[in-house]
């Protein structure tokens, strides 16, 4: 018997690439908060018409990195103090909540995981883009063991916003060893599967990365 052909992927749209590379212009700091987007420079940097790059900046408005004003075209969304602050808020609620439920009901393969991450971050404290990148990743795969998308679907958006903060906390001169041994307090509660702990310490570390921003 033949085998059935396998399913044709749809194409992702233009538009969704179009909106990944701004994203990454936005987060490489090529396009700086608060300035404007000249979207017929844009178009013909990226050799396109202006149809799929307003399309993308529709999707980076619906994920607040962008900004759109009346009559004077799309920005790239600038953070307030005030904003810094209730996503950090936000963060510590949500992650808080992911870190007590993976402390007890994660696998002891899955915790064996995670401390192979921890392991990484201990590793790349001499340079501050590889630490930043491998505690994003230990947090998300933190978040991915807690089994709930919409809760890593939100923090996943928040993230992005966060990325728009001109004082990011790990920025700050001595934040990153203090990051990092916040984490190992976290890791040592998640091992010996002190949910409240796990909760606890992590709701401080976005509480201490809030100061740090401040």
Excluded: C
Excluded at 29 to 51: F, H, V
């Amino acid at each position: 018997m033949a085998a059935l052909d396998a399913p044709t992927l749809p194409r992702r749209a233009l538009y969704q690439d179009v909106a990944e590379k701004l994203r990454q212009q936005i987060f490489a700091r090529q396009l700086e908060p608060g300035s404007w987007i000249d979207e017929m420079k844009l178009s013909a940097d990226y050799g396109i018409s202006r149809t799929p790059l307003r399309e993308a900046l529709k999707v980076l408005a619906v994920e607040g990195l962008v900004t759109m004003k009346l009559r004077r075209g799309a920005y790239v969304t600038e953070m307030s103090r005030d904003d810094v602050a209730q996503v950090y808020r936000l963060l510590a609620l949500l992650e808080a909540d992911a870190a007590a439920q993976v402390a007890a009901e994660a696998s002891d393969e899955e915790i064996a995981e995670l401390r192979a991450l921890h392991a990484r971050l201990e590793k790349q404290t001499r340079q501050r883009d590889a630490f930043f990148i491998a505690n994003e990743t230990f947090h998300l795969r933190l978040l991915a063991l807690g089994r709930n998308r919409w809760r890593e679907q939100v923090v996943a958006d928040l993230r992005k916003v966060m990325k728009l903060n001109r004082h990011h906390s790990l920025f700050k001169r001595g934040r990153l060893a203090e990051s990092l041994e916040e984490h190992r307090a976290l890791m040592a509660a998640i091992e010996a599967r002190d949910a409240v702990g796990a909760s606890q310490l992590m709701h401080a570390h976005f509480q201490s990365g809030l100061e740090a921003a401040a």
